[in-house]
């Protein structure tokens, strides 16, 4: 099978290859797809780099979609044929989901209504941003301002939040600004004066700030934002490197909440939540993908298509 993952450490566009290898086989509990979509995130170029232990190979892609061909001991509720979505065994296999096929060790039912690319669309989005506004945590009538509700983790975050009876402010750009207003946001641009917009739309100081934006140096704002106390600000992406103690992914991930996604993918199927999708490549096209999604300005999920 065509896969895509990288035998050194690096940088992305340099140690990643597109090569035939031998198809996986699944282990206890997990299966294995026909990968249709597979959603690419700003964790797959810190792979790249070393995020995950051990040495390489290693395969990138954690989010994916696709038709199970072959089930593991133990998958009793699962038939060769159905349509999934879900997460790679990505710490026991050396490719992941960019490739042909994927040995996935979280698979839930495609529901009915949802199609395959949003459905490949939704895990790491959906289970950072439930995880995160559970960490806060966040209650009905509280408010919270999601710096970035036009990133996915961020856009999730939001109606995550809005559907648990928050306020939300979000700072976004012109891409999904629209879209956040209709779902019950408050929105502003980011940058120059944002601390500012954001406390006079709050009238004051909102409860929480959470950070998903790829940027550096917005957490001294954020913490302004929620009136001087970090402890109200929780970021997905900086590592806290000016040391205000505010909360950060890294140092407090709480646990994976998969039990979530069958929940959001139901919403999903209704129509009451989404995952928006920027473009899809094929695989032989990952180059162009990759560079759109380290950007910063992905404007959705990128997807990559293994099977066009
Ligand atoms: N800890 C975890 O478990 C975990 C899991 C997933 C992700 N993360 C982290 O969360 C961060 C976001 O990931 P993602 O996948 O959601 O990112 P993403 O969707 O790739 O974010 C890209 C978007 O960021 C927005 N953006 C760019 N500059 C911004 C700024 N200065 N302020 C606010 N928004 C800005 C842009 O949207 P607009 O300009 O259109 O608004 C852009 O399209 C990353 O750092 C990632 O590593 C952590």
Same mark, same amino acid.
């Given at each position: 099978m065509k896969a895509l993952f990288l035998k050194n450490y690096g940088k992305p566009l340099d140690v990643l290859n597109l090569e035939d290898v031998a198809v996986p086989v699944p282990g206890d509990d997990e299966v294995r797809v026909r990968v249709h979509a597979c959603a690419l995130n700003p964790a797959d170029w810190v792979v790249c780099e070393g995020l995950l232990p051990g040495p390489p190979p290693k395969g990138i892609g954690f989010d994916v979609s696709g038709v199970v061909d072959a089930l593991g001991e133990g998958v009793t509720h699962f038939q060769v044929g159905d349509s999934v979505f879900g997460v790679p065994d990505y710490?026991? @296999?050396?490719?992941?989901?960019?490739?042909?096929?994927?040995?996935?060790?979280?698979? *839930?039912?495609?529901?009915?209504?949802?199609?395959?690319?949003?459905?490949?669309?939704?895990?790491?989005?959906?289970?950072?941003?439930?995880?995160?506004?559970?960490? *806060?945590? *966040?209650?009905?009538?509280?408010?919270?301002?999601?710096?970035?509700? $036009?990133?996915?983790? $961020?856009?999730?975050?939001?109606?995550?939040?809005?559907? &648990?009876?928050?306020?939300?402010?979000?700072?976004? %750009?012109?891409? !999904?600004?629209?879209?956040?207003?209709?779902? $019950?946001?408050?929105?502003?641009? @980011?940058?120059?004066?944002?601390?500012? &917009?954001v406390r006079e739309l709050a009238g004051g100081s909102p409860? !929480?700030?959470?950070?998903?934006?790829?940027?550096?140096?917005?957490?001294?704002?954020?913490?302004?934002?929620?009136? %001087?106390?970090?402890?109200?600000? @929780?970021? !997905?992406? #900086?590592? #806290?490197?000016?040391? *205000? %103690?505010?909360?950060?992914?890294?140092?407090?991930?709480?646990?994976?909440? @998969?039990?979530?996604?069958?929940?959001?993918?139901?919403?999903?199927?209704?129509?009451? !939540?989404?995952?928006?999708?920027?473009?899809?490549f094929s695989l032989d096209d990952w180059r162009a993908a990759a560079e759109i999604s380290m950007s910063k300005r992905a404007h959705g999920k990128i997807i990559l298509l293994p099977e066009l």
């Open positions: 710490m026991n @296999y050396t490719t992941g989901g960019a490739a042909e096929y994927a040995i996935l060790k979280v698979f *839930l039912p495609v529901p009915e209504g949802l199609g395959m690319i949003e459905a490949a669309a939704l895990p790491m989005a959906t289970e950072t941003a439930a995880r995160t506004i559970d960490l *806060l945590p *966040l209650s009905a009538g509280q408010t919270v301002m999601i710096n970035g509700g $036009g990133t996915m983790t $961020g856009f999730a975050a939001v109606q995550i939040a809005l559907l &648990r009876g928050a306020h939300v402010i979000a700072s976004a %750009g012109e891409t !999904f600004a629209g879209r956040l207003r209709e779902l $019950g946001a408050k929105v502003t641009p @980011y940058g120059e004066g944002m601390v500012e &917009r409860d !929480f700030a959470v950070h998903t934006a790829q940027v550096k140096g917005t957490l001294p704002d954020l913490v302004k934002i929620v009136g %001087g106390d970090p402890k109200r600000v @929780y970021s !997905f992406a #900086d590592r #806290d490197e000016e040391n *205000l %103690g505010v909360r950060t992914a890294w140092r407090e991930g709480g646990s994976l909440r @998969y039990d979530v996604l069958g929940h959001y993918a139901q919403l999903a199927a209704e129509g009451r !939540f989404s995952i928006p999708v920027s473009r899809a």
